[in-house]
Structure formats: C-alpha cells, structure tokens
C-alpha cells in the first residue's frame, strides 16, 4: 500500500495558538517523512522532515512528532501567525525511489 | 540562485489536443520530478527523470509522457487532452543523491476546455 492520510482537512487556529496537523502512512518501507508549506500560486516548499530513527524533530515553531509503531506522523506549529496560512502536505517516502507518496493536504487558517 | 522554471504559467488547450509543459531544474539538480495536482487533491506522483532516463512512472496512462534533456531540463507531454487532465502540472528537482528532497517550481495550470 502506498498511501498517506492527513487529517483535518482545514484547520481553523487563533494566533498564537497551536496547530496540529497528523498523518498516518501503511508502508514500513518509507524511510522519510516530510511537510511542505503551499501558498496560492506558489509550489509546495519543504519545511521540515524526519527519518523513522528519531521520535521528534524541532526547526523554529515547527515541529515532526513521529511514532513508528503506530505508523503515524504530525505536523506540530507554535505559537501559530497568520502568515502560516497556507495548505499544508504531508509526504512519505523511500531513498532512492524517486516518488513521494503524498496527504490530500491540509488548509490551515490562522486568525488575527 | 534560481529555483525550479516553469513554462508556460497558464495553458488552455482542447479535448484531444495534445499539451507540452517545461521545466528547468535548480542549477547542479540532475533529477526532474512531475506531480499532478488536481484542484482540491493531493499531489500525484507522474514521472521520474535522472540523467537523461525515465527512472519511475506513476499510475498514469501512456499518453502522458516525457524527456529529460542533456542540460538536465525536461518537459512533459500529454496527448489526447481529457477534460480530467485539467489541474496544475508541478515539476521539482532535487539534489544529486538525495532524491527524496523535493524543490518544486511554481507550475504550469493546464486547462481543458
């Protein structure tokens, strides 16, 4: 199986608060897990990724938080701005594939 | 230093007409990607291209097809244009060895009218 849900759909926060966007993959081969940060018009842009030998990885206000035996990733933003409001995908992937597998993504709204 | 290049922005074609969208990489990426993203979904992975070779296709038909040239950049065909095929056509790169690190482009909107 190759495919990756990502929950919610939209996510509607108030500054400064945190939004939490999650993931759930089914193949064990994956080996990395990625978000990507889209704005309208613009292409996806990575933003932050982890490898299945560590439980959580932090970069500024963003952080993966990833459990391997539940097969399950999320997407962790503090302190939440209103200029991360953007449409947020997950991916998985294995090295050397050469294909990502990616969620139907996520519309984050953050408030003012 | 430049990001991914796409052309053209906006692309408005007929059922069965055939489209051809380009792409340049980020200077030293030798690998090109092309994603298909339809309105409200998710990316769909189409096809692969490093050094020149087709080196993993996505479940997509044949008439979406496409090159890699020796500069490294590409372009991708699609034939017999379907009203579905509507959705904007996403190219990355990455770099040499790290395949999974994708650098998109802004992409090319194609319309099928």
């Known amino acids: 199986q190759q495919q990756v849900k990502q929950s919610p759909q939209s996510l509607i926060v108030q500054k400064g608060g945190i939004s939490i966007i999650n993931c759930a993959y089914e193949?064990?081969?994956?080996?990395?897990f990625p978000w990507y940060q889209q704005f309208p018009g613009k292409g996806p842009a990575l933003l932050i990724a982890?490898?299945?030998?560590?439980s959580e990885k932090k970069e500024g206000r963003f952080t993966i938080s990833f459990n391997k035996s539940a097969k399950q990733f999320s997407l962790h933003i503090m302190d939440s701005q209103p200029g991360d409001s953007a449409t947020y995908f997950c991916a998985a992937s294995w090295t050397n594939a050469g294909k990502s597998t990616f969620g139907d993504g996520t519309t984050l709204t953050v408030k003012p | 230093e430049a990001g991914v290049t796409q052309s053209p922005t906006h692309l408005i074609k007929t059922r069965g007409q055939q489209a051809t969208l380009r792409c340049s990489p980020i200077s030293g990426h030798t690998s090109v990607y092309w994603y298909q993203q339809a309105l409200g979904l998710g990316l769909q992975f189409l096809l692969w291209y490093d050094e020149g070779e087709e080196r993993n296709r996505g479940n997509f038909p044949p008439r979406f097809s496409g090159r890699q040239f020796p500069n490294y950049s590409s372009e991708l065909n699609v034939n017999a244009l379907e009203l579905e095929d509507s959705a904007l056509y996403l190219c990355a790169s990455s770099p040499v060895g790290q395949n999974e690190k994708l650098f998109f482009g802004s992409g090319t909107q194609l319309s099928v009218l």
């Open positions: 982890i490898r299945p030998d560590v």
């Open positions: 193949n064990t081969a994956f080996d990395y």
